[in-house]
Every structure is written in C-alpha cells, then in structure tokens.
C-alpha cells in the first residue's frame, strides 16, 4: 500500500488558492483510492471544509484556536511550506510524524526582516538593500538554510514551479539543484468539450483577467491594459471589451491608472464563485491573461492564455508577453526582471493578432499544455509518490530553528504580532 492516510492542513476561512488546491486534491484522491484515508484539518465552516466531498475515506479533523488537533497514525501531513518559526502552535505532532512540505508561493521562506510595510516593500523592490540587512541576521539565515537543505535531503519539500525554487534560493542565498517540481492542478469539468465556434463573428475580442486585485497584481494588469488601448487602433475594425474577474484593494488605483482608448472598455465583474466560474469563461471570454492557477482556469477550457508576470511597482520598460505554453519549468508568473523587457517590442500586438488569425491553435495548444502539466490526474499521482518518497519526520528537526531569536521577537513586538 502507498501509504495508510493523508493528511491536508490548511485552516482558512476563504476561498482562496491554497484551500482551494488542497480540497480539489483530496476529494479526487479519497475517490479514486479508496483504500486511503484521506484528513483535512479546517475549520468547521472553513473552505476545505465546506467544500469536502461526502465519502467514507474522506474525513474533516475540526481546527478550532486552542484546540491543538490530533494528527492520525501513520498519516503524511501535507502543507503549505512557511518559515519554521511560525510553525502552528495550535497543532499536536509526535515525533514519528512525517510531512510533506509544498512550495506554494515565492515567498514562502522570505523571511520579514524589517517591521514596517514601507521598509518591507523597499527591501523587495532592492534586492542589494535586502542582502545588506541580511548581514544583520546571519545566525538566522544560517539555521534557514539548514532547516530547508534537511528537508530537501529527506525529499519532503516540493516545489510547484522554477519562480518558488529560484526565489526560495534567491532570499536564502542557498543553491537548489535537481529539483523536480509538483505543479499545481486546476479540475476540468467531463462535460467541457474544447469549442471549435468561428472567432470574432461580431468583431468583438473579449479579453479577461482572474485574479485577486492587490499589490504584486495589479501594476502588470494595469499596464497590460493602458497596452492594449495604445495598440487598438492597429486592429481594423476590432473593439475588445476586457473583463476584470476579482476584487481587492487595488480596484480603485486600477480604475485611476487605467487610460482606454475608444477601441477598448472595461466590464469590473467582481469576484465570481468557483463553481460558476468556468460557465462565466466559456461564455464570456475569448482569451484570459492572468499569473498563477487562474491562468490554467482558462486554458483547461481551450482558451488562448497570455501568462503574465507580477511585480511590487509601476511598470516603466517594456514588457515581454508569451504564451502560456511557452512557458518554462511550470513557471505560472515570477517577479519580472531585466530579462523580461525589451526595448519598443511588439509581442502583445504579435501575441493577440496570431491568436485572432489561428484561434483554433492557440486554443488547442493551451488546453494540451494545461492536460499534459496540471490535470489533476497527472498531478494527484506525482503526489502520491511523493508523500512515498519523503522521509522527514518531525524529531529531525533541531528544535531551535522553531524559535524566534531574541531580534525577531523584538521585530514581532514592533509589529505588534
């Protein structure tokens, strides 16, 4: 047997991407092994929790603060990877108990050396500023990257595409060779069947964006759009309509920053349920731009995705766009740098005009790429093997790197944390 049980830990409220992926992969792997038992530890009206299928392997371990919830023998604890002195207080662990960590963001191991939001954002804008202060914290990045390189040894940290690696490896300042990744999956429905409908009967070209409307999102969409207006009137006799899927605390500085042409208006539709969301794709939008799981939202309907890249600050240079499927290492957006500029390029016009003159293409290449990568098929089986794989167990760990050192715990106390 593969492994007596799983265990997914993600307390949270929201429908939000780490909930999200975590009860997509239970509810398919409780159905499809049901010689597995499969945990999810969440709140009792928690997102994992209400969205958790009804099967007899498939199990809620209620999260309330306080509580300290118990794990089952012989089961992997699967989580989202985080700097280890946060570990959760609010969880029981025995010393046999095994995990699998999953690197989920690129800042998951970014530790927070300054206390205030402006010194925070100035440390990730200023790399040579962030390493610089680095200096002040040696004793701890030295136990960072022995807790890290520990688990990669044992096999239980994964990471989900080449930004998380190259960032975890970038702010750590460790080098990560050979790592082979756990892409993220997105579900597709049985009954989508790839459209092969003409394109632009009307000589309208919908064009959507999906995704949370904060800091490191917006200043891309904001230029993607102020882009499409300057380029409009290149396309004769096409209008395009771009519609903003989301909310957050951006929507107004977006709405200010934004400067349309005639050729191009904007529909805002809020935030949209995940179970209504593939519906509003298939009838509304004709190509998706986006970063993360909400660029394989679209292409696992057959619609042409443009991945796009995140960044802290205005976009000043000019920006190079490419297919998702161009894509390298399961990258679904990095912090854009130097190498994804290029002076006075053409690539949105070229992008979006191969795509109104080879639809069907672009269409068909996206929905392949999106199959053969994160098909929760392929990925729920990369999984299992690696919770088979991974050997950590919680004894291993120096109990030290749990603890804040005493400059963190004045940082914290600044914070007010």
Known sequence: MLTDSLCFYFPYHEDS??????????????K?????????????NGAMARNMAQLNNLKLISYKIGHNPSIPNNCILIMQSFIP??????????????????????????????????????LKN?????????????????????????????????????????????YLFLNINNQKYLPVPVVKKQSVVISKKPFLVDGIINIGWIGR????????????????????CMFKNKKFVY????????????????????????NYQGSIPHDKLDGFIEKNLDI???????????????????????????????????????????????LIGESDYEPNNDTLFKTINDIIENYNYHSNMSFDYFKSNHSIEVISELLLEKVRNSKLTFSMIDPSVLKKGFILRAYNKIRKL
């Open 288 to 334: 998706l731009t986006a970063m993360g799981t909400s660029a394989l939202e679209g292409a696992k309907l057959g619609k042409p995705t443009i991945l796009l890249d995140f960044i802290y600050k205005k976009v000043k240079k000019d920006y190079k766009y490419r297919m998702l499927y161009d894509t390298e290492n399961f990258d679904l957006g990095h």
């Open 243 to 266: 519609h903003i899927v989301g909310e957050g605390p951006y929507l107004n500085y977006i709405k200010k920053s934004i400067k349309l042409s005639n050729n191009v208006s904007i």
């Open 213 to 232: 409307l904060c800091d490191f999102k917006s200043h891309i969409l904001i230029y993607t759009i102020n882009k499409l207006s300057e380029i409009s």
């Open 32 to 44: 499809n092994n049901p010689e597995i038992e499969v945990y999810l530890i969440d709140y009792e």
């Open 126 to 170: 200023n790399f040579w500023i962030y390493k610089l202060i680095s200096n002040i914290y040696n004793p701890l990045f030295i136990q960072l990257r022995k807790y890290v390189n520990l688990l990669l040894e044992n096999e239980s940290l994964v990471f989900m595409d080449k930004t998380n690696l190259k960032s975890t490896s970038k």
């Open 17 to 30: 991407g780490v909930p999200v992926l975590f009860y997509r992969l239970a509810n398919f792997i409780a």
């Open 85 to 122: 002195y946060y570990w959760p207080k609010d969880l029981k662990i025995s010393p046999n108990q095994k995990f699998l960590f999953w690197n989920l963001h690129p800042l998951n191991f970014y530790p927070s050396l300054l206390p205030f939001p402006i010194l925070r954002e100035l």
